[in-house]
């Protein structure tokens, strides 16, 4: 479970969060959803404790995240930022080796090895493994680093819009997977989301911010609804319901 | 493919330190060669230190323009130096075991560098930042040197270390044993820490995610590095881009920035354009105290090449 409680942030004299209050349960996926700016990606870095924590509070399975050693935190949450740049002459199976740090500081396993396989083909870079990182499309580096995420075996995923660069195929892959790993081996996922139908689609729940705060947040089709919205994004758009799922016809 | 290129570089290393004790052995073959062997001890050490350190530095840094000395920790080193003379006076600080002196050199660069350089790697600053704040220092540390060797007695001057640039042909042999510790100790320390260099060189957000303590690993990484910078500037006296040369030298050959080939690499390369390029200039082109000037032109060349390419870390 990840508490996080009374959690403020400001930058200098601005304020980024206020007052954040949210309880995620472990096993499912929740997509936190909101304009730009609303202050997400603060709110995943402070969770990930890459940034220091200012105000307020915030555990993960019991353990404190501004107290706790990095090494142990490193193995129970694994995060994906919006903004990842990877040095250069680094393969991808190296990138992605990365993830399993912190097992074994850095020596590999056949565990560990096996990990990797395993989320190099399940991210469909096993042909790509063997290049380097800068000589990636975008999508593909996205991948890789999702993929690297993925290694690091963690109960706690925390995605920054993942679905960054990827195509609609890649795309939907992704996002299964995340289901997948949420439904069978009961990982806890969040993930920062800009296309609100795949979170309608693939999230069990959805937390909508903006301007640091928390506005909404509850299964899609209590998120999904014209009015929802137009609060929200402040953009009206019709919404339908196919296969008893809510989507935003924002394009129209 | 990288292991066969660094059991290359090995043996280039090996051919060279071989040719630098060989080459025109006569007359007391058993003294010149002690001699020898004394500056090849400490040509070597000259080399694994620079390479060290400044692969380290680029690593830490996440940028493979920036070295050590072109941050201005060599001119810092001169500055700790004429500060002793300063504040001993020149009978003081020649009295003193020069052991001893060294010692507390070092870690008067280890103090001042940490404490200079730490506020700034907390967060990465981009390059042109970085660079920037290199120039500043090193000027300023420059200048506070000429400054206390202005306010110095001119007798006590005369003690203090005066070369403004390396000389590869007169080693401080008095100094090579405590010296080879440091650089031995470092270099060690440098390979354990090789894992947790890969995900340095990934950022303080990506290395932080990854159960890496930032603050605690860059301070002790810079530390290393003050240690292996003091050895070398101690030793032949300041290097500008000697490092760079070499780092960048050691990437392109075993086309890597995974520290458990690039470290070794970048430390044979270093030996290898330093005791090569002395045995080359002692017995090939006259003059050797010229490999100095030559290594900081090919380096000062690099310097701009990667400028001007815009590498980016
Ligand atoms: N270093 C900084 N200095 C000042 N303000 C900052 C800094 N970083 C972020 N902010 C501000 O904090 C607010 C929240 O930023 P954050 O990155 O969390 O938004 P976000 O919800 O992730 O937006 P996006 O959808 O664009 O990724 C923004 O208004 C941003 O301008
Ligand atoms: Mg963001």
Request: hydrophobic letters at 55%; aromatic letters at 6%.
């Amino acid at each position: 479970m990840i508490r996080i409680e009374n959690v403020s942030f400001r930058h200098r004299t601005v304020p980024i969060l206020s007052d954040i209050t949210l309880t995620i349960d472990k096993g499912g996926v929740v997509a936190l959803v909101g304009p730009n700016g609303a202050g997400k990606s603060t709110l995943l870095s402070l969770v990930a404790r890459l940034q220091p924590l200012q105000m307020g509070n915030i555990q993960i399975d019991g353990l404190p995240v501004d107290a706790t050693p990095g090494r142990q935190l490193a193995r129970v949450v694994a995060i994906l930022r919006q903004d990842t740049t990877v040095a250069s002459r680094l393969t991808v199976r190296e990138l992605v080796s990365f993830g399993r740090f912190p097992h074994g500081r850095g020596r590999l396993s056949a565990a560990d090895h096996a990990i990797v396989d395993a989320a190099l083909a399940r991210f469909d870079l096993a042909d790509l493994a063997g290049r380097f990182i800068e000589t990636l499309s975008g999508g593909q580096r996205q991948r890789a680093l999702v993929a690297m995420a993925f290694a690091q075996g963690t109960d706690y995923l925390l995605l920054d819009e993942p679905l960054n660069n990827l195509d609609m195929y890649y795309a939907r892959e992704l996002m299964r997977a995340l289901r997948a790993a949420a439904d069978e081996n009961g990982k806890t996922v969040v993930i920062v989301l800009h296309d609100i139908n795949q979170a309608s689609a693939h999230a069990d729940r959805i937390v909508a911010m903006k301007g640091g705060r928390i506005l909404a947040d509850g299964a899609p089709c209590d998120i999904l609804t014209p009015d929802m919205l137009e609060v929200v994004f402040g953009l009206r758009a019709p919404v339908e319901t196919i296969g008893g799922k809510p989507f935003v016809l924002h394009q129209l | 493919m990288a292991d066969r290129r660094l059991l290359a570089l090995a043996a280039a290393a090996l051919l060279s330190a071989l040719a630098f004790l060989l080459i025109g052995l006569k007359g007391n073959i058993a003294f010149v060669l002690e001699l020898r062997l004394l500056k090849l001890a400490a040509l070597m050490q000259v080399g694994v230190a620079i390479a060290i350190s400044t692969v380290i530095f680029q690593t830490v840094t996440g940028n493979r323009i920036l070295t050590p000395s072109v941050m201005g920790l060599d001119a810092l080193y001169l500055f700790g130096q004429m500060l002793m003379v300063f504040l001993l006076g020149g009978v003081g600080y020649v009295s003193l075991d020069p052991q001893v002196k060294f010692a507390v050199e070092v870690m008067v660069l280890m103090v001042l560098a940490s404490g200079l350089l730490l506020p700034m790697l907390k967060r990465r600053l981009d390059m042109g930042l970085m660079l920037l704040a290199g120039v500043v220092f090193g000027v300023l540390f420059r200048s506070l040197y000429s400054l206390l060797a202005r306010l110095i007695d001119p007798n006590d001057f005369a003690v203090a270390q005066t070369a403004s640039f390396a000389n590869f042909n007169a080693v401080r042999t008095d100094l090579l044993a405590f010296a080879a510790v440091v650089t031995v100790l470092a270099a060690v320390l440098a390979w354990r820490a090789r894992h947790v260099l890969d995900v340095v060189s990934l950022g303080p957000e990506a290395a932080t995610g990854l159960g890496v303590n930032w603050a605690a690993s860059v301070t002790g990484l810079l530390l290393l590095v003050s240690a292996l910078v003091a050895v070398s500037t101690a030793l032949v006296g300041p290097v500008a881009f000697f490092g760079l040369l070499v780092a960048a030298l050691a990437e392109r050959l075993v086309v890597t920035r995974r520290h458990a080939r690039l470290l070794p690499a970048a430390a044979l390369t270093g030996i290898t354009v330093l005791v090569g390029g002395q045995t080359l200039f002692q017995h090939g082109f006259g003059s050797a105290t010229a490999l100095g000037v030559v290594i900081e032109f090919f380096g000062g060349l690099v310097f701009l090449l990667l400028l001007v390419l815009g590498s980016r870390s």
